[in-house]
């Protein structure tokens, strides 16, 4: 019951605490008018190049928005505690590790699937793209996947704020690759060999592709492997990011430099 | 005046290259938005498309530098409490900060030697450069006015409590708006009126024109008349906003 309590109550109020993004006077240029415009951007980019369609950029870059949101909130949730002088105070508590950092990454998991339907409503409408109803819930459930691979990344760059200077950096650099990388932007057989690998591991790959797949095709059992991937590979991360926090509990208790900067 | 504008612009370019995120802007940043512009022109093989693309990935580091760190400039003053010191300074407050956005100005100009190197070694882009002098007037010209633009968002910001992510918001819409990487003659016709209006556009232009062959001067000019119309424009703003903090007592916003 505590450990559900901890999971539940205790992972809202330190993921609204910690990731200020939520407050609407940043949550409305950064998470609705920053990525609406990044589609548009690449839309027409696009369409000068003659590469793609609108359909094409429009999932791309909505699925950029899901991974921003995983990689800062959850990033933010875990390494902000050190930024606000509590670590100390969580780490020494008795409560379950496994609850208190992976409570913080359900919000996080629903926070991106709100930014990815407001970014592809206003992108689909502006860009004069037609979903259907049922297309749009499996995008829905294609959009959760990766907001789950997404924010289980965002875990080890949590971790990692544990022990380094400047998350936000971290996460900024890498979410900015992925708008290459996965394939938002680019198509995949476009990029080089060891970009092709490299994109294989990362999450948002495979999530993307399930997504065009839905769009294109409407079969849902084509994108299933795919989303079958994306969670794997989400798993693979979260457990990373979990053993990443354990270790750098254990480096920070030992050289007793939870604190420092 | 002249001595803190200049004095305040060298150390805040000698402060901006020890950041790691500002530095992280400038190599990072043009390398991405090139390859993303490689990657999708290659396909019309013009080399001089890619190196307008290459020019126009490192006027998009520019601005995104400009736009985060000018949006940003007076909400860092008031975290660090120096905003109160300088607005009680005994010069303009649009002094006190045009040194931060022109030195965001001038380092973005290092991303020009990055999206060139860039585009040489990995892309073959042709690297020649039709008019040297004009190109290298056009470079800092291009990062003195966007570096006013700034300035007019750092004193029309000042109000909204979260402007650094305003700031971050404004990228995109002038990328599109300044047609960077896509040629305005694309966009809806409303957009080109904006465009005449915003230092990047004309920046970009100095620059292309100087390198690929093209009348560079006029634009040149125009970047050095917006360049006063800004700094004109953001003393009004600052003082406007000066007046109100002051008034209200609301320097903090808090």
């Known amino acids: 019951m505590n450990w559900l309590r901890v999971f539940f109550v205790g992972g809202l109020t330190s993921y609204r605490a910690l990731f200020n993004w939520i407050s609407p006077w940043v949550f409305f240029p950064t998470l609705v008018v920053y990525p609406l415009f990044q589609i548009l951007f690449f839309a027409y980019l696009g369409r000068y190049a003659g590469v793609q369609n609108d359909d094409f950029f429009l999932i791309g870059n909505t699925f950029v928005a899901i991974a921003v949101t995983g990689f800062f909130g959850m990033g933010h949730s875990v390494a902000n505690e050190r930024r606000s002088q509590t670590l100390a105070s969580i780490l020494a508590s008795p409560a379950s590790r496994l609850a208190l950092f992976l409570g913080r990454a359900l919000p996080s998991v629903l926070t991106g699937l709100v930014v990815a339907s407001i970014s592809f409503t206003l992108g689909a409408l502006i860009l004069h793209v037609h979903v259907g109803a049922r297309t749009a819930a499996e995008l829905a459930f294609a959009a959760l996947v990766s907001s789950f691979a997404c924010t289980a990344f965002g875990l080890c760059i949590g971790a990692l704020g544990l022990r380094g200077r400047n998350v936000t950096l971290f996460a900024d650099s890498i979410a900015s690759c992925m708008m290459l990388v996965s394939g938002a932007n680019v198509p995949l057989e476009r990029l080089p060999g060891w970009l092709q690998q490299v994109s294989a591991v990362i999450p948002l790959t495979h999530g993307i592709k399930a997504a065009r797949e839905l769009s294109n095709n409407g079969h849902f059992s084509a994108a299933a492997r795919l989303l079958l991937t994306e969670v794997a590979i989400g798993v693979a991360y979260l457990l990373a990011g979990l053993a990443l926090l354990r270790l750098f509990e254990y480096e920070g208790r030992r050289t007793a430099t939870l604190e420092t900067f | ?254």
């Open chain 2, 1 to 254: 005046m002249i001595r803190a504008l200049v004095t305040g612009t060298r150390l805040y370019i000698l402060q901006f290259t020890q950041n790691a995120f500002d530095l992280s802007g400038v190599v990072l940043w043009p390398i991405l938005y090139s390859s993303i512009a490689y990657y999708l022109l290659g396909a019309k093989n013009d080399p001089h498309l890619l190196f307008s693309a290459a020019i126009g990935a490192a006027v998009i580091a520019m601005w995104s530098l400009v736009a985060i760190g000018s949006s940003g400039a007076l909400e860092n003053q008031r975290w660090q409490g120096t905003l109160e010191l300088l607005v009680a300074a005994p010069m303009p407050l649009a002094v006190s900060l045009a040194p931060i956005t022109i030195a965001n100005g001038v380092v973005g100009a290092y991303s020009l030697v990055a999206t060139l190197t860039w585009g040489t070694l990995l892309f073959g882009v042709p690297l020649s450069i039709h008019s040297p002098f004009a190109f290298a007037i056009a470079i800092p010209i291009c990062a003195f006015a966007i570096g006013m633009f700034g300035l007019v968002m750092a004193g029309t910001f000042v109000l909204y409590r979260a402007a650094t992510h305003l700031g971050v918001a404004t990228q995109y819409p002038v990328w599109i708006a300044t047609g960077l990487l896509v040629p305005l003659s694309l966009l809806p016709g409303w957009v080109r009126p904006i465009s005449w209006v915003l230092a990047p556009t004309w920046g970009f232009r100095a620059i292309r024109d100087a390198s690929l062959g093209g009348h560079p001067w006029a634009d040149i000019g125009v970047c050095a008349i917006l360049s006063i119309s800004y700094f004109v424009l953001a003393m009004v703003f600052l003082q406007t906003f000066e007046y109100v903090a002051r008034s209200r007592a609301t320097l903090r916003l808090t």
